[in-house]
């Protein structure tokens, strides 16, 4: 410790000019904002708990945690749902409302509104869903765990539609709107699906 | 003044390596990324205009906005009518598009669509927030106001729904689609609800 | 090249203390930030079909990119329509779950879910914009070109519903949802729509 400290003070005085010093204080921001903590962090809201609206959330999750970026998604109202247990048996494509759902048979919209019709939907969507190879919910939601992404449920909804913890899936995290908050701030990437 | 100005021109030269000089350099950047001016502002837009997805935007900014971030509510499209005097009286649940909103009784969701549904969900909805003592909307804006959040409404929208600044509640700016990307490129939490 | 070299080399040690250093560190960082490349950059989600929601992200796209912002819109699920050709002779507004659009004549939800009233609320509207001098999506997405933004289609949605590359319109370009995260993650405005 002595001689690192005496090694100190025989550091040689630089020559160095305002204008140099500049330039390594540049460098130097330079390579700082290049590793950004904000670029590597992602935070997302899933609020929503039809089959087709479950997607989005995990899609971009995955991606975000695949490319390297700490990420969580704050499951609330109606997202609560994705994360519950049973929620692709029981889940439904919200026909109404999505006139640019493509259909293989022209619909009238208010057809669409008429029981039956969300359960042909929803199956519709998974046969396309696997047949393009893309993952289930799910297969998604188990991705996400690997990847080692925050699945957290939000605590005021849980209060208000009076779900419990055991009714989540395993691996699940609980907070509430100000966890949410503290983990987007740090976050380029935050969205409200 | 004098004194202190001689005392400046006194400064010896210390004897200060390049090493030395990165190593000041990346702690006065660390202690600048720590008060990230991105991690200290909030900018979300409304845009629903039904009393669930009324929640959101005040719940998430009154969160942020308690945490000390600088916070802006956009309203506009549908979610204008959410701070125009009277909203919490007329406003209805929108129980289509939702089948994943949990139901005390189950329920096809073509009787959701039909009148008087609406209705029904929604003062089922304002019990159960209540009675879990959860804010109202009209709450909810009051505290978003005396934690200095703005609250913005859409002038174009505005002006294609013919509104006037008379139909709003009292303390409401009046701003374009520039002023929130103005605020917004600043921010780190940005969410369209 | 040689004269300057030796300049350099001539550069006296100028006298400054760790302060004065410190002084000149934070005041290039002010700078930097000032200029943050996260200000820079806008990635927006747009995710829905009808006329209403395509144009909340061509509004703040094209106002983030007036304003000199670099800027992206991923095009995905049901908002991959939006940039077919034809798509606002085929649009139709989503009258159900927007019980707060302000209609002319009041109209019970079960009516808004019947054949017909979408082309009404649809032709009401294109009225009601065209008469305020809102640009048509047509004449947005124009605009978008001529600004720069970046009009980028969800490959994975393509596949799913069976769009081919000659069905958008001109310009578009084609990536999946890793383009969305590479990009958004450098951005400070991330919307999904």
Excluded at 26 to 39: C, F, Q, V
Excluded at 84 to 98: E, L, P, R, W
Aim: glycine fraction near 8%; aromatic fraction near 8%.
């Amino acid at each position: 410790m002595l001689e690192q400290a005496s090694g100190d003070e025989a550091a040689t005085t630089i020559g160095l000019s305002e204008e140099d010093l500049r330039r390594i204080v540049r460098e130097e921001i330079r390579a700082a904002s290049a590793k950004d903590p904000g670029s590597q962090r992602c935070a997302i809201i899933a609020s929503k708990g039809t089959l087709d609206w479950a997607y989005p959330p995990l899609i971009v999750a995955t991606a975000a945690a695949a490319s390297g970026m700490e990420t969580s998604i704050f499951f609330t109202f109606y997202g609560l749902k994705v994360i519950t247990k049973g929620f692709t048996k029981d889940v439904k494509v919200g026909t109404t409302g999505n006139p640019a759902m493509p259909m293989p048979v022209p619909m009238a919209d208010v057809f669409a509104g008429m029981p039956g019709m969300k359960a042909m939907a929803t199956s519709m969507m998974k046969t396309k869903f696997s047949k393009k190879g893309v993952a289930t919910i799910d297969e998604l939601l188990e991705l996400a765990r690997d990847l080692g992404i925050h699945l957290i449920a939000c605590r005021m909804t849980m209060d208000v539609f009076e779900y419990e913890e055991s009714d989540f899936i395993e691996g699940v995290e609980f907070a509430g709107a100000a966890a949410f908050v503290s983990e987007a701030r740090k976050a380029h990437i935050t969205l409200f699906v």
